[in-house]
């Protein structure tokens, strides 16, 4: 399984990123094949993140996008992805799978600026998550986590294939291991994150606050992140969605305060092998 960073800017796109969009990859057998393949799932698609998707697959290749929740910042491009497949190199595939909140559809409209009677059926297969209820897409399992947020919105706890590299490559016939990751999407601190986040080997979190923002229910700050990645027992933490306006170092020394483990900040174009 690779996760590849497409756009991790909060709340808008910035200078050096598109907005939120993460791109995970499996290798997995599909039966309509009859063969192995590479498995293809965005988690949100903000502004900008629709083009710089372009640079790591096609998006024609996609097999589902998973929306945390309905605010612009991460769904706004799938206007893009709608003319992509209503006009554009997709015209004609079969209707795409796009998971989110149950309003999902009615946001769509909204951004589109459509009528009550578009529905998107040739080109979208609507998905409604609920908290704990997988979602299996090839060698993916991706289960929806309730979080705490200004709207209804869930992170994503992520299961697939271990990526066989090198020395490790799997011989013919091996099953490969298991791994596992979660991205947040937007939230405050909350139990069903600990637990959601509870020993997976990777913990994309946002940290849209600093400890100088004191609103709760919206956004963590580094600290409460470091606390998240060290109650639920991580092996890796990436801090994504920082404000542009924010110097990340700041965010990096609040986590130091409650996590010690590895800690990288997300940057457009980074790739992790997990």
């Known amino acids: 399984m690779k996760l590849t960073i497409i756009g991790c800017t909060g709340s808008m796109s910035g200078p050096h990123s598109a907005a939120s969009c993460y791109l995970v990859q499996a290798r997995g057998y599909d039966p309509a094949l009859g063969a192995e393949r590479t498995w293809n799932v965005a988690l949100d698609l903000g502004p900008g993140s629709f083009g710089a998707l372009w640079n790591h697959i096609d998006p024609a290749d996609l097999d589902a996008v998973v929306f945390s929740h309905c605010h612009a910042d991460h769904m706004g491009d799938v206007i893009s992805l709608h003319v992509h497949r209503r006009w554009g190199p997709a015209r004609g595939q079969a209707p795409l799978l796009l998971a989110g909140t149950c309003n999902l559809l009615d946001r769509i409209r909204q951004i589109d600026g459509c009528p009550p009677e578009e529905d998107y059926a040739l080109d979208f297969r609507i998905h409604s998550l609920e908290a704990g209820q997988p979602l299996e897409c090839g060698p993916l399992r991706l289960t929806p986590v ?79 992140v470091g606390r998240l990645a060290s109650e639920a027992g991580v092996g890796r933490l990436v801090v994504t969605h920082i404000q542009p306006w924010t110097d990340p170092a700041v965010v990096v020394n609040e986590v130091r305060q409650t996590w010690s483990g590895p800690l990288d900040v997300a940057q457009s174009n980074q790739v992790y092998t997990l």
């Open 146 to 224: 309730e979080g705490w947020h200004s709207v209804d919105a869930f992170g994503v706890r992520i299961e697939g294939p271990a990526e066989a590299e090198g020395e490790d490559a799997l011989q013919e016939g091996e099953a490969p291991s298991t791994v596992n990751m979660l991205y947040t999407g937007d939230t405050d601190l909350c139990p069903t994150m600990i637990e959601g986040a509870r020993g997976v080997d990777l913990l994309l979190s946002e940290a849209g606050f600093t400890l100088a923002d004191e609103v709760e229910g919206i956004h963590m700050n580094g600290v409460k």
